[in-house]
């Protein structure tokens, strides 16, 4: 049997080959003779109560240019035709991506195999969401009120601020206790006291080991992972920002902190998740569209799309 591979993303055309995960499961896909079907969210809809997709067959090659062959025109089908749905649209999350993690949840409900799963992308937001783990995290405040950030900063001297929606550092600043700038900054990122933040307490270990992205297949860490050390003109340690990515294979802390969130991602149908990890404490939990499978792959010459796969056919034979 062919299977169906179903991708939810953003243009396909904006993406950069080089790194992208989406693009390294469907090259990976592709290999094992699985049909693959693209669309973006504003083509998923709702019809006689079913859910349908306006998606397109596509063929891939791992060039940066050309990358990308439509073998038909759009065609509407429905959603549980396919054998698994993959949801790997980018942040943030905003009002288009709730309705869409809605429709798909009703899919899931047809019986199609959607991951992540709907219902946890909506409710895992990837700031807060390591609050759940408190034995795992870094000092954090979650707050829309100056005096409540300027208490925290009295206390630990020297945070992080950032917004609860961005990805790729966007946002993310770093204040130092009597920065005559830190009103402006939490009233720029609050919206004037709007929308609530998150501070958390500064973690040195960033310059010398740099935020680690560690992925985790079905709730198991992969043992290699990525370390991006941010580059001496800025404190983020995100390749957007200019980070250098470098090998590392995972501690003791780095499985001890796995071994904690693994169960409740694996229970909530998060099949594949990326934590970034500074120091012993897990600052995000990225459930959306998580990266770093093309640069851990390029670093030590493995094939992790190969693994995930493996996984997925699994739970389709299952």
């Known amino acids: 049997m062919t299977i169906k591979l179903c991708v939810v993303m953003d243009p396909i055309n904006s993406i950069k080959t080089k790194k992208d995960t989406t693009f390294a499961l469907m090259l990976e896909a592709q290999k094992r003779h699985w049909e693959i079907y693209y669309l973006e969210a504003s083509q998923l809809f709702l019809a006689d109560n079913q859910v349908n997709a306006i998606a397109s067959k596509i063929r891939v ?3 940066p240019v050309d990358f990308v062959e439509f073998l038909d025109e759009p065609r509407t089908t429905l959603l549980s035709e396919f054998d698994i749905v993959l949801m790997r649209k980018d942040p943030p999350f905003d009002v ?34 390591t609050t759940w783990f408190s034995q795992c995290c870094p000092e954090t405040l979650v707050t829309s009120q100056i005096h409540l950030v300027k208490q925290f900063i009295e206390k630990h001297h020297k945070i992080i601020i950032k917004p609860l929606h961005s990805m790729g550092g966007q ?27 998150m501070a958390q307490r500064y973690i040195s270990q960033i310059s010398q080991s740099g935020d680690k992205r560690i992925l985790l297949i079905d709730g198991e860490p992969y043992p290699y992972a990525l370390a991006r050390i941010p580059s001496k003109e800025d404190f983020r340690g995100n390749l957007a920002s200019g980070a250098q990515g470098i090998k590392h294979e995972l501690t003791a802390r ?13 229970e909530k149908g998060l099949f594949f998740v990326g934590l970034d990890v500074i120091g012993d404490f897990i600052t995000e939990i990225n459930v959306t569209s998580p990266t770093g499978v093309r640069e851990v792959e390029n670093l030590f010459n493995i094939n992790i799309a190969c693994v995930i796969l493996d996984k997925l056919e699994k739970k389709i034979k299952s």
């Open 61 to 63: 090659k791992d060039s």
């Open 96 to 129: 288009a991506y709730l309705y869409a993690t809605y429709l798909l949840e009703l899919a899931e409900r047809e019986g199609c195999l959607i991951l992540n799963r709907p219902r946890s992308i909506r409710d895992a937001n990837e700031k807060l969401f």
């Open 171 to 197: 946002g993310v600043l770093m204040a130092n206790e009597g920065d005559l700038n830190l009103h402006a900054m939490v009233e720029l990122l609050t919206h004037r006291g709007k929308y609530p933040i």
């Open 254 to 266: 780095d499985r001890w902190l796995c071994e904690q969130v693994g169960p409740t991602l694996k």
